[in-house]
């Protein structure tokens, strides 16, 4: 009986949350991380496949956007659709170092103060320092995987659904910059923000694929709805 009503409960569960997020993590660390040949960096260390598949999620939430906001009529919600576009274009341009890695043209003043030596905002030494890139991404984090459970049907907060895509990220930034500021810690977070701003990005486009599809709003490249 007791295993009836667990497997009940988690049905019930499921049916509320999309539970991916639990299922990729307990995957990377539970699996992949034990695996040889450096894996697991290979697939979350800076450059790696999942920084690009985060850039190519934002490109594909950016083209969403852009079609939400040019078949709405309220004009309020197109403003929030383009401003979500907008957004989208800037976090594209900082993942990639706005190109700088393919064209070599950069801006010196910025390099001189960036932590990685490249032309973006968020590796500024006193952002990084200060702590406020991962306070920001905590915040931001949360603010999404709270925010459906206030407000249902606004184009920026994405639904109760999809809420653990961003709060897992949320807590695990804020463990992480609390960890790297004590000097004691019981539980050593390593540094694995690639793995969890790509959980926050593919909220985001399952968020907006989600929008697309209630407007009738094909979403595949290839044309199939």
């Known amino acids: 009986m007791k295993v009836l009503k667990v497997k009940s409960y988690l049905e019930k569960v499921q049916g509320l949350l999309d539970l991916r997020p639990v299922l990729v993590l307990a995957l ?22 999942m920084e690009w598949g985060s850039v190519a999620l934002l490109i594909l939430s950016a083209i969403n956007a852009f079609r939400l906001q040019k078949q709405s009529q309220d004009g309020w919600e ?24 393919l064209h070599g043209a950069g801006i010196d003043a910025i390099r001189s103060i960036n932590t990685q030596g490249e032309t973006n905002l968020h590796n500024i030494a006193v952002f990084q320092r200060k702590g406020l890139l991962h306070l920001g991404w905590a915040a931001l984090g949360l603010v999404l995987g709270l925010g459906g459970f206030v407000i249902r049907t606004f184009p920026l907060i994405p639904a109760r659904r999809y809420t653990l895509y961003f709060t897992l990220p949320g807590i695990w930034y804020l463990g992480f910059e609390f960890c790297r500021k004590a000097d004691e810690c019981f539980v050593t977070v390593a540094n694995h923000q690639e793995i969890y701003e790509l959980l926050i990005i593919a909220g985001l486009y399952l968020h907006t694929r989600s929008w697309c599809r209630k407007r009738g709003i094909k979403t595949r490249l290839g044309g199939a709805s």
């Open 78 to 101: 197109r403003l929030a659709w383009m401003l979500f576009f907008v957004l989208c274009c800037l976090f594209i341009g900082e993942e990639i170092s706005w190109g700088e890695r």
């Open 28 to 49: 990377l660390y539970g699996v992949i991380a034990f695996l040889p040949f450096e894996i697991f960096g290979w697939l979350q260390n800076e450059d790696g496949l």
